[in-house]
């Protein structure tokens, strides 16, 4: 007894020293394609293995129990029974081969073929017997479970497919959980011979394989019914997941903060904007939440089209923000009470030092509200105001909400900052318009960039109607740099924040080009597809008050009452309150005007008096007298 035990002993040991000396070779296992993930879980992209080989590791609770049922019928019927290796069916495999002097069914079991697919071998004798020494191994090392993973994860779905999530993912366009049984068995059937099956160019082929494994049970009524009850197989592939392509080359592997959901909405809606613009002209959207400043849809350029330089992620790229910098500057004036929304200022010609900027239409407005200039984007006063703060102050508050300024080598801060003189990415401006719409407060430790109030204030200025039409409720800004380079457009509700750039990629001009016509109008689009945002009855209130205009009559904005411009140019003339569409006359004679907009252009024919007068849908009239030097 003691020499049998001895024996045994010995016996352990060198297997155990064989196991550890000849470890399963587990390379093609762990070589798996990369793998992204949605919030939720979902797969959102996946980036093949190296050969370009869509292999996605298979977990037994990744499918359903059928699929596995359906499995361990048509493959190894004693799978849970046996060690490893069936000595019953490697004998059945062996008198089968005696009498027919072929091969006629191999009598490998599920951990024998896991072994071959971790290592492919010729099918031959020698082969056979390794088979069945890995496969010994792999149950005593892996067990059960550990065997079908592999089995799950290496098994040939046709093509460049292996694994049954890839093949799931590629035939059915689901995950493999949501198959049913006829559709499972295809899978099962695929891995005999997958390219003799492949559902795309051997269809019939195909669909017998599947009911033949369906019936590979017990045949019971249930498998036949199976059977009469599956469609036709597919005829075509489908893409694998490959949303948010920019963000997932750059995340290893992991899950993301994205909604899958609405990163497919907004990739159909970039798809769509794109087909609209010029060749070489592309865009970046980026959707966050407004709290969490987590991010939940990124569309980083037309991916991989070359023309548009889509293997850039341009919410990344450095560019000129235009006006959008202007909210901040408006909401440190607050802070520091400079202004208050109502205070009244000239909007006039005016100098700081060498300084001159002019307004986007080169015209001047005269006296109005600091709200309406911040509305209507104004330049003079956005300037002005950022020479009473110190442009030093804006580029530190940028820092505190994200923004990084990049300047020219050398420079310091100055005054076309307020104007877009600095560089700016996308994904900085939406972090920094999100600290405006929750209090000031900046991202992670949630320090103060700017007191809640005054960073309510500038938010509140900002909500007004989508001039195209849109949902209400939306705090929106447009920006355009220099030469049309850069249209931007931002907004937020009490859960979102979205930011939109489009330009070209190498920062050439686009004549004609204004975020307020290129990026607006793909801005409330996105919104319309966003969840709508909780809005309590106490906020509501309080945004009303804080967004209503003094009086919602019709009125002149420009001219003011009894105004004197220097010489005769181009005037627009502004209106606000009444029921549109507004018509503007100037001595009687109506000016062309456009339906939706409160404003029209007008070039006095020299110096003298003239009588400015507009009129709503409703009959309600306005006028006043201006003079022209």
Known sequence: MAILSSALCVLLGGVWLLDRACPPPMARFENLAREVSARDGRTLSVLPAAGGIWRLRTRPEDVPPHLLALLIAAEDRRFYDHPGVDPLALARAALQWIRAGRVVSGGSTLSMQAARLLEPRPR???????????ALQLEWRHGKRGVLEIWLTLAPQGGNLEGLRAGSLAWFGRAPSALDAGESALLVALARRPEALRPDRHPERAQAARDAVLLARARDVASEAEVALAGAVPTQRHDLPRHAPHLARQIREGGTTLDLDLQRAIETLAREALQRLPERVSLAIMVSDLRSREMRALVGGDWMNPARAGALDLSRAVRSPGSTLKPLIYALAFENGVVTPDTVLEDLPRRFGDYAPENFDRAFQGRLRIADALR????????????????????????AAGVLPRLPPGAEPSLPLALGGVGVTLREMVGLYAMLGDGG????????????????????????PFPGGGPAGIAWKTGTSWGGRDAWSFGMDRQHVVGVWIGRPDGTPMPGATGARLALPLLAQVFERLPAAPRPAAQQRALTVAVATPTDALRLLFPPPRAVLPEAGRVVLRASGGQRPLVFLVDGAPLATDPARREAAWVPPGPGFYRITVLDAEGAAAATELRVR
């Open 124 to 134: 031959n004798l020698r082969s056979k017997l390794i088979e069945i020494a890995r």
């Open 376 to 399: 209507q984007s104004l330049n003079q006063p956005a300037v002005a105001l950022l020479s009473e703060l110190g442009p030093l102050r804006l580029a530190s508050a940028m820092k």
């Open 441 to 464: 407060r900046a991202a992670g430790a949630g320090q103060s960039v700017v007191e809640p109030r005054a960073a309510g204030l500038a938010s509140a200025i900002l909500v007004q």
